[in-house]
């Protein structure tokens, strides 16, 4: 079965091709907008929604000719329906509803979150149960993933996610948007010392990131140099992240692990996660890096299992701005 799978959640452009049957994907084309948002350090829904709807047919045709097929191959649309923004989910939810309307074929609306999930799998089978850390823009979560479409939700943020911290820090520093990506390539090349960060407290597995903000702010304002600030508010925030993960692999005696999202693509989180693995005899999952960030691909992925367990869904799905998993 050929899958085509959507998702314009909130900055990306993306559509992939993937055959269902053999695990195998054929295209995944992903069109960044991210200039266009920089000026605003941080996405701009509307401008989101307007880039979409000017790029979606560029990237559906780049998908299909990459992966070498027609239109008429196509025999399930996967989309993402929620969560995200509004605007701009809208834009992908009407386009797949468009192709399944006029090709006639079935309709799949698809959980962002649950796609970043699974999107260490792509390709291969997953293996339950396993513990998922989810760190997005949008998201910082710990699940207990015991099958699809079963979830344990074990922690989260309480209030900003990690990749979103990311984003204000890099705002503050004057490194740009997104922040992720400059953050660590700073880190990279850093070799002075580190500033102690307090760890902000959360209850068991959930998390806080508005204090560590706070403390960067106030780093700023002493004037200690940007290198030195981004590298520790990296060293501090993995550290913080890998902790609980820790706490929570042995709580709950888990041999798997899973990471996802756009701060999984993180170089110092990959490497404590491979030094964990082997302290703590794991099995770990981490992402390829052009499944980390929002893609076609995991939505494909997840839409074509959930179609095979649940069916199609209607073409009067709508697209929903926030909701649980
Ligand atoms: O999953 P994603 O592409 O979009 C959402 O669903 O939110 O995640 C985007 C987030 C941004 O906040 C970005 O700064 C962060 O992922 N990010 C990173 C890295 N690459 C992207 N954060 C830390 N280190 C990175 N290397
Ligand atoms: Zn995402």
């Not at 990690?162 to 820090?169: S, T």
């Not at 692999?249 to 999984?264: H, P, T």
Request: hydrophobic share 45%; aromatic share 8%.
């Amino acid at each position: 079965m050929i899958v085509l799978g959507i998702d314009t959640s909130c900055d990306d452009t993306s559509i992939a091709v993937y055959n269902g049957k053999e695990n195998r994907i054929l295209s995944n084309i992903v069109s960044s907008q991210y200039q266009f948002h920089q000026e605003f350090g941080g996405v701009v829904p509307e401008i989101a929604a307007r880039k979409h709807a000017e790029n979606i047919d560029i990237v559906f045709n780049e998908a299909l000719k990459v992966a070498g097929i027609e239109v008429s191959d196509i025999e399930l649309v996967a989309v993402t329906r929620t969560p995200g923004l509004l605007p701009a989910l809208l834009v992908g939810v009407t386009f797949g509803k468009g192709i399944a309307y006029w090709r006639e074929i079935p309709l799949k609306g698809v959980h962002h979150i649950e796609a970043h999930i699974f999107s260490p799998f792509i390709g291969k089978v997953p293996e339950f149960p396993f513990l998922s850390l989810v760190v997005s823009g949008g998201h910082t979560l710990i699940v207990l993933v015991e099958g699809l479409g079963k979830y344990k939700l074990i922690g989260k943020t309480l209030d900003d996610a990690v990749g979103e911290a990311y984003d204000k820090v890099a705002k503050m520093l004057g490194l740009g948007y997104p922040g992720g990506p400059v953050i660590d390539k700073i880190y990279k090349k850093y070799d002075g010392d580190f500033i102690d960060l307090p760890k902000p407290r959360a209850p068991q597995f959930n998390f806080s990131f508005s204090g560590l903000k706070t403390a960067v702010r106030r780093l700023i304002e002493k004037g200690y140099p940007v290198e030195q600030v981004a590298a520790s508010f990296q060293k501090t925030a993995i550290e913080y992240l890998t902790g609980k993960l820790k706490k929570a692999i042995k709580e709950l005696k888990v041999k798997k692990v899973a990471i996802a999202g756009g701060v999984s693509a993180n170089s110092l989180l990959r490497e404590s996660l491979k030094i964990m693995q082997v302290e703590k005899n794991l099995d770990l999952f981490l992402p390829e890096m052009e499944f980390t960030s929002d893609n076609g691909a995991m939505v494909a992925y997840v839409g074509y299992r959930k179609f095979l367990i649940e069916g199609e869904d209607s073409l009067s799905m709508n697209a929903v701005a926030r909701s649980s998993l």
